[in-house]
């Protein structure tokens, strides 16, 4: 028996697939919300545990309460020797984001609990895993280079801490500042690809870990997460402000996406992009990179004028990328640093979502033969 005609929404677009009172994304009036508290506000006053906390717990914590949660994180926050040894072993070759998927999932194989289904165990694992990523991604970083692991300083914050475990280096305030930002920044972002992958297989009553490692993979591809590294390599292409208009103009000519412009949901600019922009500035300026932002600050106006009126203006990828870059990362960190802070969203949806859960299930139009055909032998085909 054939379908009933249904209307289809390719990508889900539109479709509304749950309730969440996480965060908030308004499109038109490009406004980001986590728990209610703008974005905006988010970055000026407040650094990355205290808004993991935030987007986990649905409060901003008092002292007692963010201290206990920096404990918490501080108690599970090293990497044992095979965790090690594994990263050491394949980072010199892989995608430091196919690195990160690995890690995660042999973590999730290392921990007895990865196969209750208890809340409490999936919230355990959630801060096991956050706990961990500071050190996770700064000795992958280390690894692809040939460095050595450094073990991560329970004194320092969740930004400082990863900046030390990448470059050795106990990180300035205003380094220190602009990675916390970016990480405020990445947390959350409503029903997005990655968070919605992490959504599907916590449904099925999975373990936070196979959540984590669903999401991850899904942030790796360049319309998701990927787009921030492929952003500065078509901006370090354009090379000069006065290349801007002839380069993207025959890019746009083949119909090739430039990668940093764009967003399902924003169709003015992004918050987040605005935000960065003024760090991109600040630290370029200070890293000798400045023209690399003005070549950027170039490519902006001319997108604007020839594609705003279909809502495409910068997103967050736009200028994230020429920040991590002027911090002394290589590009191919930049998603696995995008993964560093969005483990907030996607566990804190995740969480909520298994509290009234329901496994997801939709439908695909099925088009093609209505049959039933008869069987042919493989000799007779
Ligand atoms: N460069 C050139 N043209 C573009 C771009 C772009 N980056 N983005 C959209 N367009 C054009 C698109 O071709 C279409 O043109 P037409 O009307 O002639 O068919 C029109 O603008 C509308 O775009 P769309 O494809 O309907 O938009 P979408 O909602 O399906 O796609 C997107 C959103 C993010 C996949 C897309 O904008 C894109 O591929 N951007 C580049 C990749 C990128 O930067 N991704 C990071 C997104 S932000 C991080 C995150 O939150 O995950």
Redesign the pocket.
């Known amino acids: 028996m054939m379908q009933a005609d249904t209307e289809v929404h390719k990508?889900l677009?539109g479709v509304i697939v749950t309730e969440s009172s996480v965060g908030f994304v308004d499109g038109q009036a490009g406004r980001l919300v986590y728990r209610g508290y703008n974005i905006e506000t988010l970055a000026d006053n407040s650094n990355y545990e205290e808004v993991a906390y935030l987007l986990l717990y649905g409060h901003l914590p008092n002292a007692k309460e963010f201290e206990n949660f920096r404990a918490r994180l501080r108690t599970t926050m090293d990497l044992n020797a095979d965790v090690v040894a594994l990263i050491k072993s394949i980072a010199p070759k892989a995608h430091p984001m196919s690195v990160l998927r690995t890690v995660v999932s042999f973590i999730g194989a290392q921990d007895q609990k990865s196969n209750s289904t208890d809340l409490r165990d999936q919230e355990e694992m959630s801060l096991k895993l956050m706990s961990k990523l500071p050190a996770i991604v700064g000795t992958i970083s280390r690894a692809s280079k040939g460095q050595d692991a450094i073990k991560p300083d329970p004194e320092l914050s969740y930004a400082a801490n990863f900046l030390y475990c990448s470059t050795g280096k106990r990180p300035d305030k205003e380094h220190e500042k602009i990675m916390d930002t970016c990480l405020i920044l990445h947390a959350d972002?409503g029903s997005?690809?990655?968070t919605f992958s992490a959504l599907v297989t916590i449904s099925t009553l999975a373990d936070m870990y196979s959540a984590v490692t669903s999401a991850i993979s899904t942030l790796k591809g360049?319309?998701?997460?990927g787009?921030?590294e492929?952003?500065l390599e078509t901006i370090k292409k354009v090379a000069k402000p006065e290349n801007a208009e002839h380069v993207l103009s025959e890019m746009?000519a083949k119909?090739?996406?430039?990668?940093?412009?764009?967003?399902?949901?924003y169709k003015v600019y992004?918050p987040r992009a605005r935000i960065l922009k003024k760090y991109a500035e600040s630290v370029t300026r200070r890293n000798g990179k400045e023209d690399l932002f003005r070549t950027a600050e170039q490519m902006e106006k001319v997108?604007i004028s020839k594609?705003g009126e279909?809502?495409?203006f910068p997103?967050?990828?736009?200028y994230s990328g020429m920040v991590y870059d002027s911090l002394g990362f290589d590009s191919r960190m930049f998603t696995p640093i995008f993964a560093l802070a969005r483990i907030a969203g996607w566990t804190a949806r995740s969480l909520e979502y298994i509290r009234d859960n329901k496994l997801f299930r939709p439908k695909a139009k099925y088009i093609g033969e209505a049959g039933p055909k008869e069987y042919v032998g493989i000799q007779k085909r």
């Open positions: 990508g677009e972002h997005n690809a990655s360049p319309l998701h997460g787009a921030n492929l952003a746009l119909k090739e996406k430039i990668m940093g412009f764009g967003h399902r949901v992004d997108m594609l279909k809502g495409i997103n967050v990828d736009f």
